[in-house]
């Protein structure tokens, strides 16, 4: 009896060590060098939305909101940063004539390579999918959840800046 006690104890422990352990060792990096980063990539990952206008009003590394005009009557408005369990994710729209032209993530995880490999397909139909909806009401990407919810936080902060 002492035998099976012993066991059914030690298999216990072992399951809520197991269950306890985190398997990654995220730390969080500043937004400034993760914008600076994603300054080149984020604009030539982004071909669903079809204008070639310059990716560099809507990168910039401050995580305040903003909002910026251009001459064609286009304005960016780029969302708050939403701190996210495996980084910050921050969104910049383009709007012109009253909607969504472009959807732009700026700032998003890319630490590790499994990051990389996740956002890599979830940020571009993130992006195509806000331009389509025109509004913050857009779903969430399979396997990329925790993206999507900060991508949508954000999303919902830009609209609401440029009162859509």
């Known amino acids: 009896m002492r035998r099976i006690t012993f066991a059914l104890m030690s298999t216990v422990t072992a399951l809520v060590l197991l269950f306890s352990y985190h398997t990654s060792t995220s730390s969080q990096l500043s937004a400034a060098p993760q914008a600076a980063a994603h300054a080149g990539t984020s604009s030539s990952g982004t071909s669903s939305s079809g204008t070639s206008s310059s990716g560099d009003t809507s990168t910039s590394g401050d995580s305040s909101s903003s909002g910026s005009s251009s001459d064609s009557g286009t304005t ?87 009162n859509l």
């Not at 331009?131 to 399979?142: K, L, N």
């Open 76 to 162: 960016v408005y780029t969302g708050d940063s939403v701190d996210t369990r495996w980084g910050p994710v921050q969104v910049a729209i383009t709007v012109s004539g009253g909607k969504i032209t472009k959807a732009d993530a700026v700032v998003y995880p890319t630490e590790n390579p499994r990051d990389q490999e996740i956002n890599s397909y979830a940020v571009p139909q993130l992006n195509s999918e806000a331009v389509q909806s025109q509004s913050g009401s857009i779903d969430a990407v399979s396997g990329a959840t925790v993206t999507s919810d900060g991508y949508i936080q954000s999303l919902q902060s830009a609209i609401d800046q440029a």
